[in-house]
């Protein structure tokens, strides 16, 4: 029987999980659905100086939001554990002393300036400095020491080691959306695998906790496809077997050049994270904040590098993981197209669980789970963000603020007897049923002359303040016939 797939997020926390991570982590998530494997998440947080406070929870909270579910975490734990790098040290460090006695790996005691001259002499001469086999025999490290000497500066403890990279041969590897993708080692230098501080870097990492936690696929952003060469030599230097890769497409600003940024967020008014951060004493809402929906947001960020092969856009969790594939991942860059989201946003409010859509209406309107049912009918068909509800919509809890520029649109010598008239109707018609308002009240006004053209803004003005807002039947139904005719009349005060 086949082995099941097991797939990971791994994220480090060096700052909030924005959409590119989240877009990494919904992948795997389907894929593992999808072929009923494991998600296991991975806090990859070797770099001590660049973690920031905060960001694994904002990253944890985030996929629960998102409703993408590890099966093993730091949270949940599991067989594989522990999940968060910072408590497996001793375990790399059984991974470089094997790399060391197998001559795979040395200790280098280049400082900071060694290394900035040897840049500089290069650069000088229009070359690039290149920590590797062209030149690590004529530099500060074990290969160019004896034994004596060696232990002298291993005992002063300021020391990296790094990776022997094999001379001058072509390093392959297949890549699930790129295909054969191969790379010399002239172009890859003697990468640190581990640091004085006990610490490894992430290259040794990743790969010994990958091989560890028996991951079968790799599915990360671009930006790692540079590190794919070091890796697989790392695999084959330590005997592992190597799992599949595959590197999902940057995501591009909404103007295609270049990769989205924070700032883009900030300068173009959308969210870039799934929940909100604060950073320097500045709160970037995330999409939850600013009234999108999770399983929009997801749809949307499926479109982010994946194409399906008909025209359906508007997809549940449950299709996305039918229909996705990783074999449909396209290598050119995908442009965040905010437009498209909120579009999807509103397309995914439409088939909202009537219960769910009326929970957060209550809570927004702050009213009653039976009003809000009621509210729903006529706010759902115009709700693109399900945040700024109760400003939108007051009009449904209390007599609008007529708007002065709607207010001018109807007003001439016809409004001030169109509204009497109209008012007199309901005064008249309390008892009639809403089914048969319509038809009613259209035959009251072609007896007086009236077009319903003319008739119609003008309670609207009424009744929702401006020119805009849902059906007037469904308004009157909702408000009821003395709340209408209340309105009527402040609006005939005001026009008198
Ligand atoms: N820790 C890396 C990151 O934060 C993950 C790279 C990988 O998935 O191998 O992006």
Not at 224 to 243: G, I, M, N, R, T
Request: hydrophobic letters at 35%; a positive charge; charged letters at 30%.
């Amino acid at each position: 029987m086949n082995k099941k797939i097991r797939l990971r997020f791994a994220p480090s926390p060096t700052g909030p999980l924005h959409i590119g991570g989240l877009r990494t982590a919904l992948f795997n998530y389907l894929i593992v659905k999808k072929m009923k494997g494991r998600l296991v998440l991975r806090i990859e947080d070797t770099d001590q100086n660049r973690l920031v406070k905060g960001s694994q929870s904002h990253i944890e909270d985030s996929l629960e939001w998102a409703g993408i579910k590890c099966d093993e975490s730091p949270k949940e734990g599991g067989d594989y554990g522990p999940y968060k790098q910072s408590e497996r040290k001793e375990i790399y460090s059984k991974y470089i002393e094997i790399l060391i006695k197998k001559g795979a790996a040395y200790y280098a005691f280049d400082t900071k300036e060694e290394l900035d001259s040897h840049r500089k002499n290069h650069e000088l001469k229009g070359k690039t400095f290149i920590y590797n086999f062209h030149n690590r025999h004529k530099l500060n490290n074990s290969l160019n020491l004896d034994k004596e000497e060696l232990k002298k500066k291993l005992d002063q403890k300021s020391y990296v080691i790094r990776f022997k990279t094999k001379e001058n041969c072509t390093v392959k590897c297949r890549d699930l959306i790129r295909g054969e993708v191969s790379v010399s080692t002239k172009e890859i230098d003697d990468k640190i695998l581990f640091k004085s501080d006990g610490m490894p870097t992430y290259h040794l990492a990743n790969v010994v906790d990958d091989h560890l936690m028996e991951i079968s696929h790799v599915i990360r952003g671009e930006e790692w496809l540079p590190s794919l060469a070091l890796h697989v030599l790392l695999y084959e230097a330590l005997d592992f077997k190597k799992p599949h890769f595959a590197h999902l497409p940057l995501i591009l600003k909404p103007s295609g050049k270049g990769k989205l940024s924070k700032r883009d967020g900030v300068t173009f008014g959308f969210p870039i994270y799934p929940l909100s951060w604060k950073e320097n004493n500045t709160i970037y809402r995330g999409f939850n904040e600013e009234g999108y929906l999770p399983e929009a947001v997801n749809n949307y960020i499926a479109f982010l590098g994946w194409n399906n092969t008909d025209e359906k856009e508007v997809y549940t969790i449950k299709e996305l993981i039918n229909d996705f594939s990783i074999n449909d991942v396209n290598i050119s860059g995908a442009k965040f197209d905010p437009e498209k989201l909120i579009w999807l946003n509103f397309q995914h409010i439409q088939v909202m669980d009537e219960q769910d859509l009326s929970k957060i209406i209550s809570k927004e309107m702050e009213t009653e789970a039976e009003d809000a049912l009621k509210m729903s009918r006529i706010i759902k068909p115009r709700l693109k963000k399900v945040t700024g509800i109760k400003q939108a919509f007051s009009y449904l809890m209390e007599k609008p603020i007529i708007d002065q520029k709607s207010l001018s649109k109807i007003t001439n010598e016809e409004t001030k007897n169109i509204l009497v008239i109209i008012s007199n109707f309901f005064i008249a018609n309390k008892k009639v049923t809403n089914s048969d308002l319509k038809s009613k009240m259209f035959s009251e006004l072609s007896n007086n002359k009236i077009k319903p053209a003319k008739a119609m803004p003008i309670i609207r003005v009424a009744l929702v303040g401006k020119l805009e807002g849902p059906n007037l039947f469904d308004l009157i139904n909702y408000l009821g016939k003395d709340e209408t005719i209340e309105r009527l009349s402040l609006l005939q005060e005001i026009i008198r």
